[in-house]
């Protein structure tokens, strides 16, 4: 695989421990006795994710992750949490706060600080705004994070639309900071299955669906013009779905929407991205919709599969005769340069 350009992986994972993080957790979080084990992160969707995922087996630090950055010949990556994804789920605001506060800690000290190739995403405590405004302001300005990341799956579940969100996109906003919107859990959305194996096709776009669709009709894209959100790690294939649906019922209900523009043309305007999947046979027709300018790729290394097995991806990818040199660039290079402003 020979490329003239840097590569950047827009959606690497760390792997968050509670045996890792508890050092983090501030006063008075800290001082209290445990009475028994209390789990950091409520991973209480009900699947078996521990059994069905053969990532568990590797944990990879700062030079785990380096090395395979040399070895799949990528320049930077962008971490985000793995059990921390559930933390949307917690719903002691104090607590969530202090989660959030352990876990971006943990992350730089063990990651950002390591090198400037790995770059930290932070997690933001939407339960209480103010407090995941200044963690956003902290993150960004302190530890040098390149995104914040927001849950699509909420305990209560809550559209990412509603005016509450609001001083957290006015801070996104103006730090020039994106935020990211990345699934975990599946609570209430997909109960009807019996296993993750059935519901797992759906699991994150779903959620994506609801929260750009909460977002679009809500107006936030006409209040936040400059505001950068990605939809991660549900592949693109759903994008054209919902620029027809919502173009559709804007002509018919617009009147009672809060959105003032087209929703496809906010869609195609150049600050909402998507991850690709290198095997996504719809790819190019998404590139046709929607342009070759928001489109990302991510690893979502370690998730799922042996480390071996993550190695033939871009070569894969190289390989389509479907997808231009120049379009396969911005989707490697140019777009996560410009949507996390590297």
């Not at 059935?198 to 209040?223: C, F, T």
């Amino acid at each position: 695989m020979e490329c003239e350009h840097d590569i950047i992986d827009a959606d690497g994972h760390v792997v968050d421990q509670d045996k890792d993080l508890r050092r983090y957790l501030p006063a008075p979080w800290n001082e209290k006795d445990w009475t028994r084990e209390y789990y950091l992160f409520p991973l209480t969707d009900g699947w078996m994710r521990g059994m069905s995922s053969r990532h568990k087996a590797e944990v990879p630090d700062a030079a785990n992750w380096l090395s395979f950055l040399d070895e799949s010949k990528i320049e930077q990556t962008v971490l985000y949490p793995s059990n921390a994804l559930f933390h949307g789920q917690i719903r002691n605001k104090g607590w969530a706060v202090a989660v959030a506060q352990a876990y971006n800690d943990w992350l730089y000290d063990c990651f950002g600080r390591q090198s400037d190739r790995l770059k930290g995403v932070a997690l933001l405590p939407v339960q209480d705004i103010d407090a995941a405004v200044a963690e956003l302001r902290r993150c960004v300005e302190d530890l040098g994070m390149v995104a914040g990341v927001i849950p699509s799956v909420m305990a209560p579940q809550e559209g990412l639309g509603g005016s509450r969100f609001d001083p957290l996109y006015a801070e996104a906003q103006r730090l020039d900071c994106p935020l990211a919107v990345h699934g975990g859990p599946s609570s209430g959305l997909l109960d009807m299955f019996d296993s993750l194996a059935e519901a797992r096709p759906l699991e994150h776009a779903m959620p994506q669906m609801v929260q750009i669709m909460s977002m679009v009709n809500a107006g936030v894209y006409d209040r936040f013009p400059n505001l950068r959100v990605a939809y991660l790690e549900c592949g693109t294939g759903w994008v054209p779905f919902m620029m027809d649906a919502l173009d559709e019922n804007w002509e018919r209900r617009g009147r009672a929407l809060a959105v003032k523009q087209r929703p496809s043309d906010i869609i195609r305007g150049g600050n909402i991205f998507f991850t690709c999947e290198v095997d996504e046979k719809a790819l190019p027709y998404v590139l046709e919709r929607l342009g070759g300018d928001q489109v990302l790729w991510a690893s979502d290394y370690p998730h799922e599969r042996a480390r071996a097995d993550f190695f033939h991806d871009l070569p894969d990818f190289f390989a389509r005769e479907d997808v231009s040199p120049d379009l396969r660039k911005k989707i490697l290079c140019d777009n996560p340069k410009r949507y996390y402003g590297l």
